[in-house]
């Protein structure tokens, strides 16, 4: 084969096996180092920006979390949905603490509560909620109808009677820029792990 028709990939092995052993060794651990230390950025950029493991602390989440649970959350291309596990920042509340909740109506919907029956509805429908520890009696400090505002989500915790969340006016309509991520997956107790829906 003529020199010009040679693929550049042929030119390069045929360089690399002119070398010599010595010579070869240094270029194939610099290669695994530029390998090893590539992915290092990588995840390195992925745990800071869009992966996180975060601890659960406190039964508020019960049954569907547990005290010290470990659990993978992203914000990766993330916009809240009714439904979803979320992991928030308060300044009102408790700045220094993240709170894990669950989505229960977006921006634009409106959320009242019948305490004495424990029913929660979303413009005036109540939801099915297979995922709570009981039915909500806790009042806190809620009255309702609430509109909840644009750029904004109301939380519940599924132990609604043992749970601080969106009916607490400290914490009220969570501002979606605070929101940390989704809660995906357990990750830690091994017993545990699974998705969370």
Same mark, same amino acid.
């Given at each position: 084969?003529?020199? #010009?028709?040679?693929?550049?990939?042929?030119?390069?092995?045929?360089?690399?096996?002119?070398?010599?052993?010595?010579?070869?060794?240094?270029?194939?651990?610099?290669?695994?180092?530029?390998?090893?230390?590539?992915?290092?950025?990588?995840?390195?950029?992925?745990?800071?920006?869009?992966?996180?493991?975060?601890?659960?602390?406190?039964?508020?989440?019960?049954?569907?979390?547990?005290?010290?649970?470990?659990?993978?959350?992203?914000?990766?291309?993330?916009?809240?949905? #009714?439904?979803?596990?979320?992991?928030?920042?308060?300044?009102?509340?408790?700045?220094?603490? #993240?709170?894990?909740?669950?989505?229960?109506?977006?921006?634009?919907?409106?959320?009242?509560?019948?305490?004495?029956?424990?029913?929660?509805?979303?413009?005036?429908?109540?939801?099915?909620?297979?995922?709570?520890?009981?039915?909500?009696?806790? +009042?806190?400090?809620?009255?309702?109808? +609430?509109?909840?505002?644009?750029?904004?989500?109301?939380?519940?915790?599924?132990?609604?009677?043992?749970?601080?969340?969106?009916?607490?006016?400290?914490?009220?309509?969570?501002?979606?820029?605070?929101?940390?991520?989704?809660?995906?997956?357990?990750?830690?107790?091994?017993? #545990?792990?699974?998705?969370?829906?």
């Amino acid at each position: 084969m003529s020199e #010009a028709k040679k693929t550049k990939k042929q030119l390069e092995k045929e360089a690399y096996d002119r070398l010599a052993p010595d010579e070869k060794l240094r270029r194939d651990l610099y290669d695994w180092i530029m390998s090893l230390l590539i992915a290092l950025v990588v995840c390195v950029g992925l745990f800071v920006f869009c992966i996180r493991i975060i601890d659960v602390s406190g039964t508020s989440m019960v049954p569907t979390l547990h005290n010290e649970d470990k659990m993978f959350v992203s914000n990766l291309l993330y916009t809240p949905q #009714a439904g979803d596990v979320v992991v928030f920042k308060t300044d009102s509340y408790d700045p220094n603490k #993240a709170l894990v909740k669950r989505v229960i109506a977006t921006e634009g919907q409106t959320v009242n509560i019948d305490f004495d029956n424990g029913i929660v509805y979303i413009d005036g429908v109540p939801i099915q909620e297979d995922y709570i520890a009981e039915v909500t009696h806790n +009042k806190l400090d809620f009255i309702g109808p +609430k509109k909840v505002p644009e750029g904004c989500v109301f939380v519940m915790g599924d132990n609604r009677n043992q749970s601080t969340d969106s009916r607490k006016s400290e914490i009220g309509m969570v501002d979606n820029r605070m929101i940390l991520g989704r809660a995906y997956a357990i990750i830690f107790p091994l017993k #545990a792990i699974g998705w969370i829906y």
